[in-house]
């Protein structure tokens, strides 16, 4: 198993260096627009905070995988968790916003020793949409997870699961040995009770993320392909297949720098922007909220360390009139949200 | 000067060609994209044709772009040697096909 960037005491454990990078250092000619000057082209900068949709909440880096595109660098050698108290914090905001959508990642979200106590307390307080990032293994790698899909059906949560091809050897090469066939076993298990299945109100989405430096196709003729394969080979089905494109940051950057595709991916991002998706990227509806309770724009801003443009920086000082219009905090890696239809946590933007 | 004939940055600049023809450049990038365009066959079948050929016709362009587009189709690599060797197999017929020819001349010019 690789180890994360942490670990390895890697330079691009530092969001401050990955920046740095962004910021063209490695161009052997010339140099990339900003992404400011992109999308001052079309009259959209500042980019500006719409009101809030979407509660996400990352409690804590720690995960049974180490994908070799983690934008999180996730790991079992992470320690950061959200603490109980955090979490109540994240409740009492939840009480006293706008946001109709609660998602919860990681990591591995469940291995906080909390998650269980968190769902329950927020299942109480009631969204439209409350959605767990589940890479499906955590299900089938210790007994003590075995319950969770029936723990998800109780509480009628919104599984999101991550899935990069419908074939053992590329899912394998991006996620791990064995992680293919765990995820199989998951999605029958969650299939048997009724996730994913049709007229089910409990959905099963994919998430399908590159395995390498090339961006994803359509969503639509990715999500045929997914279904026709997993149902004919696995008689596995799930409702909507979310097409993220790989942003240069984190793991994923490590990647592109050690292989020599750094450049071409970011002339790549560059060449497919697309102007429509600007003003419906994640970012606009989206407070990403850190483990230790910092406030983001987005998750991948969380992991560069780029804070909120705003006084308030803590989820215990969360107050919507002030943090409502704010100017989301942008680098180069945001091309990746804006490539070709658009990229966010819930698939296109466009 | 640049000492070899094929230079990788040249694909990006692919575009480019319209800029001294426009007409014809634009009505070649025209049909160009709605060949491509999901059809009877699909869009993925396509590319799968699409790289064999290239690699038939030997465009080393042609085989960066459509390997390329044939990862982000989610095409395996087992998929896409199998479309080379379907390149492979009609490319060697069609040499060896011509030796029909040859035993015919051999058979008529030998007693």
Redesign the interface.
């Given at each position: 198993m690789i180890k994360s960037l942490k670990r390895r005491n890697s330079e691009l454990a530092d969001g401050q260096k990955q920046l740095k990078i962004l910021s063209n250092e490695l161009f052997s000619e010339g140099h990339l627009p900003t992404f400011k000057q992109k999308i001052s082209e079309s009259g959209q900068f500042p980019l500006r905070a719409k009101n809030l949709e979407i509660l996400q909440i990352n409690v804590g880096y720690m995960c049974n995988q180490v994908c070799k595109h983690c934008h999180v660098d996730a790991g079992p050698d992470r320690k950061e968790i959200m603490t109980r108290e955090t979490m109540e914090q994240c409740l009492e905001v939840l009480k006293n916003t706008t946001a109709h959508t609660l998602d919860l990642t990681g990591g591995a979200p469940e291995m906080n020793p909390n998650f269980r106590w968190f769902v329950e307390e927020a299942s109480k307080i009631g969204v439209k949409d409350f959605i767990v990032r589940s890479n499906l293994t955590i299900m089938r790698s210790n007994k003590k997870y075995y319950d969770l899909p029936e723990f998800f059906k109780k509480h009628g949560i919104h599984v999101v699961s991550s899935m990069p091809h419908w074939t053992q050897g590329k899912t394998d090469s991006q996620r791990g040995n064995g992680v293919f066939q765990q995820s199989i076993e998951a999605l029958r298990i969650l299939n048997e009770l009724g996730y994913g299945m049709e007229n089910s109100p409990l959905k099963l989405d994919l998430v399908y993320n590159p395995s390498g430096a090339f961006l994803p196709a359509d969503q639509k003729s990715l999500e045929a392909d997914f279904k026709s394969a997993l149902r004919k080979d696995f008689g596995i089905e799930f409702n909507e297949l979310f097409a993220i494109t790989n942003l240069p940051i984190s793991r994923f950057l490590d990647y592109l720098v050690a292989t020599d595709n750094y450049e071409d991916y970011m002339y790549s991002l560059v060449e497919a922007f697309n102007p429509a998706t600007v003003s419906n990227v994640m970012c606009t509806n989206t407070l990403s909220v850190g483990w230790d309770g910092s406030l983001y724009d987005c998750d991948f801003n969380q992991m560069l360390d780029l804070p909120v443009n705003s006084k308030i920086k803590h989820i215990s000082d969360y107050q919507e009139a002030i943090l409502q219009n704010r100017e989301i905090a942008i680098s180069q890696h945001c091309y990746g949200c804006t490539a070709g239809a658009g990229s966010s946590c819930q698939g296109i933007v466009s | 000067m640049q000492k070899t004939y094929y230079d990788p940055a040249d694909l990006?600049k692919f575009g480019k060609i319209s800029e001294w023809n426009e007409e014809l450049g634009n009505k070649f990038f025209d049909y160009y994209n709605s060949v491509f365009e999901?059809g009877e066959l699909?869009?993925?079948e396509k590319s799968l044709i699409a790289l064999a050929v290239a690699h038939t016709i030997q465009c080393p362009y042609c085989i960066d772009a459509y390997t390329?587009d044939g990862?982000?189709?989610?095409i395996?690599k087992?998929e896409m040697m199998e479309a080379l060797h379907v390149a492979g197999a009609i490319r060697g017929g069609a040499s060896l096909v011509h030796g029909v020819q040859m035993m015919n001349k051999v058979n008529k010019l030998e007693m």
């Open positions: - | 990006k999901e699909s869009a993925r390329g990862l982000t189709r989610g395996t087992v």
